[in-house]
């Protein structure tokens, strides 16, 4: 099991147990990509979801609520 797949695993099981930069390489690992955004706010988009997933940032770590959030749309894209 690689690198990757570890951390994948761990988000879907706990989200809330990573640290941001960690949900950043995941999402970006199922095809979001980072969308320039001023402020302390990431925006992410994907070409296959309506909504953009907007994360507040902010020391470097973010609200466990995001964390779920990215984790329910991660899991909406895996059904398809």
Same mark, same amino acid.
């Given at each position: 099991m690689s690198k990757t797949e570890k =951390? +994948?695993?761990k988000f879907l099981k706990n989200p809330g147990s990573l640290h941001y930069s960690e949900v950043d390489k995941? =999402? +970006?690992h199922y095809g979001f990509t980072r969308v320039p955004a001023k402020g302390s706010?990431?925006?992410y988009k994907h070409q296959h979801l309506q909504h953009d997933l907007?994360?507040?940032v902010h020391d470097g770590d973010c609200n466990k609520?995001?964390?779920e959030m990215a984790r329910k749309l991660i899991r909406s894209l895996l059904k398809k």
């Open positions: =951390l +994948i695993a995941i =999402l +970006i706010h990431v925006k907007v994360i507040p609520f995001y964390k």
